[in-house]
């Protein structure tokens, strides 16, 4: 398999997954810019919609769509835990999560990263960051990640999320809980090797 990735960007958090599951995997980066991969290919060619992350499979198929992406992996590996199994509420409670992580949070990040975007919006997109941030971190109450004691996939996505958001000026000190997530997060063997690999840490 291989993920295409910009370093620091959202495909950060399969390349956490893929680390996490053992398999075997290579990573090619892109510059989303002048849209060429490393070895100079076109990446329009390789993913029409033109950003990261995407996965290469083996059969030569393509996966995109980090939640998609992170669902796909853990399924490959049951045994690491990585997603509850289909079919369970756990799993749509994981689904769930994945999906505001997407719309509320990380979408919410997207006019700081515009240089198009004006002070009113960035304003609106902080102040509703602010409040699902105090959501995540009231959900956190008792528990060492989203869905429990596990570490998921969902983990690897919010951690990446929240690792934007020195950049947008947000300071999560004042959410306790996310703090400690974070350091725990941070903390994992595997999310030490990503990034080291992707020269964030």
């Known amino acids: ?13 399969p390349h956490i997954v893929l680390e996490e599951s053992g398999l075997d995997y290579e990573t090619e980066t892109v510059d989303l810019k002048t849209k060429r991969t490393t070895s100079g ?13 995407a996965l290469l499979l083996d059969s030569g198929a393509l996966l995109t769509e980090g939640p998609a992406i992170v669902q796909y992996i853990a399924d490959r590996v049951p045994a690491k835990k990585l997603a509850p199994a289909n079919g369970t509420i756990e799993r749509y409670q994981l689904q769930a999560w994945l999906n505001f992580i997407a719309t509320e949070l990380h979408k919410s990040c997207s006019p700081f990263f515009n240089p198009a975007s004006g ?9 509703n960051l602010e409040r699902r941030l105090a959501y995540v971190d009231e959900q956190l ?3 060492s990640h989203l869905l429990g004691e596990d570490f998921s996939v969902a983990d690897a996505y919010l951690y990446t ?5 020195p950049f947008i000026k947000i300071d999560l000190s004042k959410w306790a809980r996310i703090s400690a997530f974070v350091q725990r997060v941070s903390a ?7 990034l080291k690999a992707e020269r964030l840490g």
């Open 119 to 127: 002070d009113d919006l960035k304003k609106s997109a902080g102040a």
């Open 41 to 53: 290919e076109d990446f329009n060619q390789i993913n029409a919609k033109g950003y990261v992350p």
């Open 161 to 165: 999320v929240l690792s934007w958001m």
């Open 141 to 143: 109450a008792g528990r």
């Open 188 to 194: 994992r063997p595997a999310v030490q090797a990503v």
């Open 1 to 13: 398999m291989k993920l295409y990735i910009k370093p620091g960007a959202c495909s950060l958090s």
